[in-house]
């Protein structure tokens, strides 16, 4: 199962959970035969952006701005050992706008005038057995005053926690067992945002914190509610 927390233009650390070894009375085995972890979480961290550079004098109708859009890891790590590769889709004014990565730094550039949302598809390995993740980021070509700078381009980014809940075994060792390692860096990495390790990380676990209260009030008043309908009938 998975779940997806978005915070825009946001600093947080790759954080993992469980990440001692688990004793065999929390394994089960899906349909597959494949084992899973039970009660075990696994938060995977990305980063979707946007880069946009002002033409100036060369632009034209059609084409005001170069821009890419970009998906990576938030200090620029390796995700090799959790993608099998990212999937950029496009306005589909474009020709071919779905554009497959299977390589770092999963970028596409373009030159258009008009901002739309990008969908960035997540494929995993198979050792996952996870579906592909599809996330949504919008294409920003101007600044909050809606201006232009030949100087500054407009950097949108947003930071994207996927957890997966009951990892498969063999997936949640191997991420596990990987050590970080800096994936080819981006000729855009001067601009990307830093992020911090302490502060964020705190903040999201008070969200996560936040999210399992509110689950645990939805089931206290559904066993509430059927609990009622019995007495009733």
């Known amino acids: 199962m998975l779940r997806i927390q978005s915070q825009a233009t946001t600093s947080v650390p790759i954080t993992s959970h469980n990440s001692t070894p688990v004793p065999p009375t929390s394994i089960s085995h899906t349909q597959e035969g494949e084992k899973r972890l039970k009660g ?18 060369k632009a034209t109708d059609t084409a005001t701005h170069r821009w890419t859009a970009y998906m990576r890891g938030p200090n620029n790590e390796d ?32 030159i258009g005038w008009g901002e739309f949302d990008l969908a ?16 949504y980021h ?17 950097v949108y980014e947003v930071y994207e926690e996927i957890v997966i809940w009951e990892p498969t ?15 080819p860096m981006s000729q855009y990495g001067q601009f990307y945002t830093m ?20 689950e645990q009030n939805v089931k206290n008043q559904l066993a509430a509610l059927e609990a009622e309908a019995l007495a009733i009938s």
Do not use: W
């Not at 496009?90 to 990565?101: G, N, Q």
């Not at 919008?138 to 407009?154: A, E, F, T």
């Open 40 to 57: 075990v979480q696994l938060a995977l961290p990305f980063v979707t952006g946007t880069i946009a550079f002002y033409l100036g004098k």
């Open 169 to 183: 075994e063999t997936f949640y060792n191997r991420i596990m067992a990987q050590h970080p390692q800096q994936a």
């Open 79 to 110: 995700l090799s050992h959790i993608l099998k590769k990212c999937v950029i889709v496009l306005h589909e004014s474009f020709k071919d706008p779905d554009r497959a990565l299977e390589f770092q730094p999963y970028e596409v550039t373009e």
């Open 138 to 154: 919008r294409l920003r070509l101007y600044d909050d005053q809606g201006q232009n700078s030949i100087k500054k381009p407009v």
């Open 120 to 135: 960035i598809q997540l494929h995993f390995h198979d050792d996952a057995m996870e579906p592909p993740v599809e996330l």
């Open 195 to 214: 992020f911090s390790a302490e502060h964020d990380y705190k903040r999201v676990q008070a969200a996560r914190q936040r999210v399992a209260q509110i």
